[in-house]
């Protein structure tokens, strides 16, 4: 059975300093997903990766894929309040999308 | 446009009655899911239909019945309910077979509560 492990499931962040985020999936997959949600909302789609070494963009957020490793990461840099909200990792295989437990982003002053 | 739209937004029902929750998609994609948010934020996928065929039946009780009249639509049926239901029904839909749009969306969510 295919499991998504994200960590950390919590993460404080300082306004202006720069964090990773982990995503490791444990069997093969064709896709990986980033997405971000507001308390209260649905899922707002960030990034989709496809393949290994692929490195996508958009403003503070930068995500990676290592399929050898089994690992994506998603990177703030310059953390500022409008980033607080909770970040989910998804994997694809076999019209099964599985998440990870969500990393909960709260970024202070 | 709304491009995965579920119905109704919010739902409060009592304990034993019956109720569904609708999805339309108009992306044009061949595969359609049913998630569980829990209060702890964890997503658990129900259900996934590709072309209308059920693929994926995770352990969900029988109570809980899915139907795909068409590939654009997916309708979530609940048998009576428990207080163990209440949750975020999320409505999801992706193309699989084919990587030329590769996104995968999600409906508004349904908030049942029952009491």
């Known amino acids: 059975e295919l499991k998504v492990e994200q960590n950390p499931l919590f993460l404080s962040m300082q306004e202006g300093k720069n964090y990773t985020i982990y995503c490791n999936y444990s069997t093969t997959s064709d896709r990986l997903y980033w997405y971000r949600q507001d308390p209260g909302k649905s899922l707002e789609s960030l990034f989709v990766l496809l393949s290994n070494g692929a490195v996508k963009q958009e403003g503070r957020l930068m995500a990676s894929l290592d399929t050898k490793a089994r690992l994506s990461t998603l990177h703030i840099t310059a953390a500022v309040h409008d980033l607080s909200a909770t970040y989910f990792c998804?994997?694809?295989?076999?019209?099964?999308?599985?998440f990870g437990a969500g990393t909960t982003v709260t970024v202070r002053a | 446009d709304t491009a995965v739209s579920q119905t109704p937004k919010y739902l409060v029902t009592q304990m034993g009655n019956d109720k569904s929750i609708k999805c339309e998609q108009n992306?044009?994609?061949?595969?359609m899911y049913w998630y569980k948010q829990d209060s702890k934020k964890f997503l658990k996928i129900m259900f996934s239909?590709?072309?209308?065929?059920?693929?994926i039946n995770e352990t969900v009780p029988n109570r809980f019945s899915p139907k795909s009249p068409d590939k654009a639509h997916l309708n979530l049926h609940i048998n009576s309910l428990e207080l163990g239901d209440s949750a975020v029904y999320f409505c999801?839909?992706?193309?699989?077979?084919?990587?030329?749009?590769?996104?995968?969306?999600f409906g508004q969510g349904t908030r049942l509560t029952v009491v």
């Open positions: 998804a994997v694809l295989n076999d019209y099964k999308l599985s």
């Open positions: 999801a839909s992706s193309h699989v077979e084919g990587g030329l749009y590769p996104e995968a969306f």
């Open positions: 239909y590709n072309n209308k065929e059920l693929i």
């Open positions: 992306l044009g994609h061949d595969t």
